[in-house]
């Protein structure tokens, strides 16, 4: 009898008046019918998330998958035709050509991207006159969309008309009727300078977040030691910010190799600036080859996926491997 009252506690503790701690009397283990109870509860609450899921997430990627086994079109029958698809893809040299453009395309636009928006994190961080307003014409673009801005571009830069070529021949860098979006260097140029000043600004608020988060006494204890701004940079900020760059530089390359608004405003049709997704989008709802466009977008997930993890595997800190 001593061992099960010492099993669940069962004795009461009794002060030297007599009296009985009653916060001490009974401790027992939940019960299997509560321990049930509480797993109930936890089903019933993630059900509404987990049907979601299942909904828009689960279902229509299983159903992609398996549009992407047939030869399904846009409209009229189909019949499986398993990996076909996908053998075509590697043989595709449009597909191909497209593949290469995106990835050139997120190599130009990725690094000036996040320079750009870690100098101005810096430049917030010091709180230096003019900050604000830098903060405000680069966060801006990010706000508006791309689409948007990709549209009074399009106007903006109509040759002799827009308030582009009237700003670059007042600064002697172009004439008054130069065309932006006619030959593929400086479209590719035009639409380079436009993302870059469109993304930045988030860069600037992910890497700005990260830079509060750094105590202060690091950067006191570094200039006692009379460190330089470069090796603070290098030895505390930029060791401490590795989850914040990953994550600007992860969301930089997915939206770079899903580009496909700006290209499609202002390319005008260029066969040779068309990226992966306006490709996808021109196989399936232009060409109705249904089946064989979402073989490509599968293929594009399956990419953006790796690629991610690589960044986010190569930029983790130590403490986490």
């Not at 979601?52 to 399904?72: C, D």
């Not at 172009?174 to 140029?189: E, F, G, K, M, P």
């Not at 469109?198 to 977040?209: D, E, H, P, Q």
């Amino acid at each position: 009898m001593s061992r099960v009252n010492e099993r669940f506690d069962l004795a009461p503790v009794l002060h030297p008046g007599g009296q009985v701690d009653a916060e001490r009397t009974l401790h027992r283990a939940p019960s299997s019918a509560r321990r049930r109870r509480k797993a109930r509860t936890g089903g019933l609450l993630v059900t509404p998330a987990l049907a979601l899921i299942v909904a828009f997430v689960l279902f229509p990627l299983g159903f992609a998958i398996y549009i992407s086994l047939t030869n399904w079109p846009l409209i009229g029958p189909y019949h499986y035709i398993g990996l076909e698809n996908y053998r075509e893809l590697f043989h595709d040299p449009e597909f191909l050509h497209s593949v290469r453009f995106t990835v050139t395309y997120t190599a130009i636009v990725t690094l000036p991207i996040f320079f750009l928006g870690y100098g101005l994190a810096v430049l917030l961080r010091a709180n230096r006159f003019g900050s604000k307003v830098f903060r405000t014409l680069f966060f801006l673009p990010f706000v508006v969309g791309l689409t948007t801005e990709s549209f009074m571009f399009a106007i903006e830069l109509q040759p002799g008309a827009g308030w582009v070529d009237w700003a670059m021949s007042h600064l002697g860098l172009a004439s008054a009727t130069q065309a932006w979006t006619v030959t593929h260097d400086r479209t590719l140029l035009t639409i380079s300078v436009i993302v870059i000043w469109f993304a930045s600004g988030l860069t600037m608020l992910i890497l700005t977040g990260g830079m509060q988060g750094i105590p202060r006494e690091l950067y006191e204890a570094a200039d006692v030691d009379g460190a330089s701004w470069l090796k603070k940079e290098l030895r505390i900020t930029i060791p401490l910010l590795r989850r914040s760059i990953a994550l600007s530089l992860i969301i930089s390359v997915i939206g770079s190799f899903l580009a496909f608004n700006q290209f499609f405003i202002l390319a005008q049709n260029n066969a040779s600036l068309e990226t992966v997704v306006e490709w996808v989008y021109q196989t399936a709802f232009t060409s109705y080859h249904l089946a064989y466009g979402t073989s490509m977008a599968l293929l594009l997930v399956i990419v953006i996926g790796i690629v991610s993890m690589a960044q986010f595997l190569a930029l983790r800190g130590e403490t986490e491997l």
